[in-house]
């Protein structure tokens, strides 16, 4: 009986045991599909940082750079036409120069913005565009038409329409004789030239400042926008909406160039609408464009690197990959085709199936971005401002 008993009893206990290990390995499992949740948590954290690093340190700080690099001959340029003495064509054209080389560096960074250049209105401030009301042509006119001098503090708290590139676009692309004799004749020159002088300077003052808070020795906007100290802290939110950040300024962006720099100046006949083109009097409308395609891809990445290395380490989604940096490059090709100034390609029969085939590509692209490419990257999309809702 004893026996019987100590065989009951180890029989019980033998069943707890096993019942104990189950319990056990069972948490032990769980352990280890945590253990593999963190790491994949921590994962996409550090290829998280690794995107927004390249996209901060490889195109926005560089281009931001650029855009103030460029102000420097812009200033130079205004000032030497100026003071000449007997104005030609020569000195003029140096000051476009400048003028198509300000516009350049500031089309590359104008399709992301967010950070820095949303402050202080200042990417209105260094281009108004689209200008539905004429308002660059008013306010540059009710400036040459005070009576007080025009400095730059006086230009900075004026109207944003007098400020920018297209304000300058306004006095220096016109017939080669008219604006000789404007910057010539007593009566007009000394405030055209003051206004002339206003804006580069005015131009350099932002981008400069647009530089020192994105440096990390000014206000350091780059380690906010790489999310500085998340890495282990347990609150990923910052980094996961820095990411959407970028995905909706691509998102908006990319509709911006559809909607205004396309379809608005490609009209729904010949000659299409002229003056809704971007930068129509200097006839830099293309230029505009590839610089903003050119900036999209870069943004992008390719080659593992940017988006394309997220994608492929984090999403395991190597096919959108490859599939959105080939609607990138047809992006690219197609803009090429264009051998005209967008205002005068609208005009001609065959450029126009040219741009049909880009405004199609550039439709598509606006779809995958909202769609796939924003699903992949859990980007939360926010408000358009181009759906005018």
Do not use: H
Not at 33 to 48: G, I, R, T
Not at 78 to 106: G, H, I, N, P, Y
């Amino acid at each position: 009986m004893l026996f019987q008993l100590s065989k009951a009893t180890g029989a019980v206990v033998f069943i707890s045991t096993m019942i104990l290990l189950a319990f056990i390995n069972g948490c032990g499992g769980g352990g280890e599909n945590n253990k593999d949740e963190f790491s994949a948590s921590s994962n996409k954290v550090d290829e998280q940082v690794t995107l927004l690093r390249y996209i901060g340190n490889e195109v926005l700080v560089p281009g931001y750079e650029a855009l103030a690099q460029s102000t420097t001959e812009l200033i130079n340029s205004s000032e030497t036409f100026c003071s000449s003495s007997t104005l030609t064509t020569t000195e003029l054209e140096q000051l476009r120069s400048a003028w198509f080389t300000v516009m350049d560096k500031w089309q590359f960074v104008q399709m992301m913005r967010f950070g820095p250049i949303v402050k202080n209105n200042y990417q209105f401030r260094v281009q108004f565009w689209p200008d539905s009301n004429n308002a660059v042509e008013n306010n540059v006119e009710n400036l040459l038409a005070g009576s007080e001098a025009i400095t730059e503090e006086v230009l900075a708290n004026s109207s944003v329409g007098a400020q920018g590139i297209p304000a300058m676009e306004y006095l220096i692309f016109k017939l080669d004789e008219v604006v000789l004799q404007e910057f010539s004749e007593a009566s007009t020159a000394t405030k055209r030239c003051q206004l002339l002088n206003a804006i580069s300077a005015n131009l350099q003052t932002i981008s400069n400042d647009i530089v020192n808070r994105w440096s990390v020795s000014g206000e350091d906007y780059i380690s906010e926008f790489t999310g500085k100290n998340i890495a282990g802290s347990g609150d990923t939110r910052k980094l996961d909406e820095m990411v959407s950040d970028v995905v909706n300024t691509m998102i908006e962006q990319t509709q911006f160039i559809l909607l205004y720099k396309l379809q608005a100046p490609f009209g729904d006949a010949l000659p299409g609408n002229e003056e809704s083109a971007e930068s129509w009097r200097s006839r830099y409308s293309t230029n505009n464009l590839m610089q903003n395609l050119t900036a999209l891809q870069k943004i992008y990445g390719e080659n593992n690197i940017g988006f394309s290395r997220y994608l492929n380490e984090v999403v395991n989604a190597d096919v959108l990959d490859l599939n959105m940096q080939e609607r990138l490059q047809k992006l690219i090709e197609a803009g090429e085709k264009i051998n005209q100034p967008i205002v005068e390609a609208i005009a001609s029969d065959e450029q126009r199936i040219i741009l049909t085939e880009l405004i199609d590509l550039m439709q598509s692209m606006v779809t995958k971005l909202e769609g796939d490419f924003a699903n992949a990257m859990n980007a939360t999309v926010g408000f358009n401002g181009n759906d005018g809702d």
